[in-house]
């Protein structure tokens, strides 16, 4: 484990550094804002379910399953309790001072999985570079944003058939 520990704050010692990019920093930012308590895939997913009426009632489960998802990762977080990184300094506020899993990571790869299933597939490059923005500005470990990808797209997955109406309608 600590071979992961190091590698964990290698990473995040590098990607962090390039946040001294005024540009990436802003970027990182502006994503690391939009993406709080999964507020940009919600957004998004209730603004496409008032525009597709024919699979609106897919769109809302698909926007449940996201923020489903988030929820779940913020009571695993609540019960792994992993401090964020100290060792650089953030360029973001954080709404909690657990790192384990990424809230953000977990809701942008259920939204990703989700959303894709029908049909948005620009969403996955939009899904990474919010999962990046949590290591650039600093507040999680790579591990934890692999986590909470994987938290999110399995949670999305497991409830893929019932967001399209499905056997478990």
Do not use: N, Q
Request: proline fraction near 5%; charge should be positive.
């Amino acid at each position: 484990m600590d071979d992961l520990d190091d590698m964990d704050h290698r990473i995040v010692t590098a990607l962090r550094a390039c946040g001294t990019d005024p540009r990436v920093a802003g970027a990182a930012r502006a994503l690391s804002w939009a993406g709080e308590h999964g507020a940009l895939w919600l957004a998004a997913g209730l603004a496409s379910a008032a525009v597709d009426g024919p699979r609106r009632r897919a769109w809302l489960r698909g926007t449940a399953l996201t923020a489903g998802a988030h929820v779940v990762s913020m009571g695993v977080k609540r019960i792994v309790r992993r401090p964020r990184p100290a060792h650089v300094v953030p360029l973001v506020r954080t709404a909690g001072r657990h790192s384990f899993p990424s809230s953000h990571a977990t809701s942008a790869a259920a939204a990703a999985v989700a959303f894709g299933a029908l049909g948005v597939h620009a969403v996955w490059p939009l899904a990474a570079a919010v999962c990046a923005s949590r290591l650039v500005v600093g507040v999680h470990y790579p591990s934890d944003v692999a986590a909470g990808a994987a938290l999110g797209a399995l949670t999305a997955r497991l409830g893929a058939d019932w967001m399209r109406g499905g056997p478990r309608d």
